[in-house]
């Protein structure tokens, strides 16, 4: 199983802390050795960090660990790969264009099957069944909204119905963002948590590393981190139940998609 790692906040806000403990999971605490990537939103451009080979020995990943990048919306992967070679090209997080924004897409999971015709204006590079969803995901939202970015009500309600139509051919957990929100989409196993005032301090579970939120931020700081499993283990991370869709903006949830959504939860997997 792949890692994801999302971030959302209400201020610009740098993601060391947290990536710290999920660099480790790249080939140090876990086995997921394909690659990693991440990428940094910053107003309407975004910052995209990509390396085939593990996060934990990768010169890359220790520049963005020490770097200390302000972002409204991060979205990072670590892979271990199902479908598609290690390389560059097959690496997450992807990026595309949509109606004058960025839009980057990072996915766990494995789709069987799903191979569709794509004659659009959004075509894969690498040979990833993620990549493919993605664009297929893309395309899907330009012809239903031709004459632009619609409201985030009608995006949010789109994207639940095509994110149930891929989950049918598997595993789809994913990430999506094009700047504004933070889209995440759980099929078997994804958790957040939200940090606001009081703030308190916070213990990473892969590395022997604590930081006091209190030191670093003002009372109307909002954050929300979302991974696939909690990356500290002394704060309280929601678990996000299978074939829900929750949309994030200004470090908080604001919807959630309901659970018929739901296409494909493994059988252990009675909650995320």
């Not at 959302?8 to 080939?27: H, K, L, V, W």
């Not at 632009?148 to 994110?163: K, N, T, W």
């Not at 051919?169 to 889209?183: K, P």
Request: hydrophobic residues 40%.
């Amino acid at each position: 199983m792949c890692q994801l790692l999302g971030m959302n906040c209400n201020t610009p806000t740098d993601i060391c802390f947290s990536f710290a403990g999920f660099q480790a999971r790249g080939g140090l605490t876990d086995v997921h050795g394909d690659g990693w990537g991440i990428a940094f939103f910053e107003g309407r451009g975004v910052r995209v960090f990509l390396d085939p080979q593990a996060s934990s020995r990768s010169p890359v990943a220790e520049l963005v660990r020490n770097y200390p990048i302000h972002s409204l919306n991060v979205i990072a992967h670590i892979r271990k790969a199902t479908q598609g070679v290690v390389t560059l090209e097959n690496t997450h997080p992807f990026q595309r264009e949509l109606w004058g924004r960025y839009w980057v897409f990072a996915h766990n999971g494995n789709l069987n099957g799903f191979d569709p015709e794509l004659r659009g204006y959004f075509q894969p590079v690498g040979q990833t069944d993620s990549e493919r969803a993605f664009c297929y995901l893309m395309e899907a939202l330009r012809r239903q909204f031709p004459d632009g970015e619609p409201s985030r009500e009608e995006l949010f309600a789109v994207v639940r119905g095509i994110a149930a139509e891929i989950g049918s051919h598997g595993e789809f957990n994913f990430l999506l963002s094009n700047g504004t929100c933070l889209f995440a989409h759980c099929a078997s196993r994804l958790t957040y948590i939200v940090r606001q005032a009081p703030f308190a301090r916070a213990h990473l579970k892969d590395q022997d590393i604590t930081v006091d939120f209190s030191e670093l931020t003002s009372a109307d700081d909002r954050v929300a981190v979302v991974a696939t499993t909690p990356l500290t283990d002394n704060e309280d991370w929601q678990p996000i139940a299978p074939g829900t869709l929750l949309l994030f903006v200004d470090g908080a949830p604001v919807n959630a998609g309901p659970a018929a959504t739901r296409a494909f939860i493994r059988p252990e997997a009675a909650a995320c």
